[in-house]
């Protein structure tokens, strides 16, 4: 029985060879396989873009959380500093209506 023509999986030509033959030459099973390499490394290349990403998102809410930290102390201390005022505001005229008083 003869055996049917197999389809080159490179250029799509037919060809008789044997049955577990993916190509039907040397060259295509060259470019066959510089393709296949070319794709993980590509894909590598996507993969590690990918981790770069994700890092670059990592740092940046890190950044943005010390930012808000950051922020939050100072208004923190813009509060206290306010507090500070008010008392001082609350001294200066209790002890000026003192001094009233004691006219
Ligand atoms: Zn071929």
Redesign the pocket.
Known sequence: MAADPRR??????H?YGRSDAA???A???Q?AYRARKHRRSVGSTREEEFRSVIGQARRSRTNARETRRLAGQVRARAQAERLAAAEQIDRARASRAGLTDAH
């Open positions: 080159c999986e490179e250029c799509g030509a060809f190509y039907c030459c060259a295509c099973r470019k």
